[in-house]
């Protein structure tokens, strides 16, 4: 994971999306983003066919802090191992 590359691409408007799979083996699915000067990361797990209904959505949740730093440690914490890869 490039950290740096994870930056420049938030800092620059572009958003990112990836998956997570926990030691439950749960798929989260995992989007950052920066706008307003916050870091965003905002999370969830699909488990539903629908994706209109809001009943599909589990364990959903949205942070966002100011400091890039802080972003990547709530990451990390949330999701120990994950992996964010860019083309």
Do not use: C, W
Not at 24 to 49: C, M, P, R
Not at 74 to 87: S, T, V, Y
């Amino acid at each position: 994971m490039n950290e740096r590359k994870i930056f420049l691409r938030l800092k620059n408007g572009k958003s990112i999306t990836t998956h997570h799979r926990d030691s439950a083996n749960i798929i989260y699915s995992v989007n950052l983003s920066y706008k307003n000067g916050l870091f965003k990361l905002h999370s969830y797990i699909f488990d539903g066919n629908d994706v209109l209904d809001e009943q599909s959505y589990k364990n959903e949740s949205e942070i966002e802090v100011p400091k890039y730093e802080d972003f990547m440690n709530l990451i990390l914490g949330k999701f120990p191992g994950i992996d964010i890869e860019l083309a």
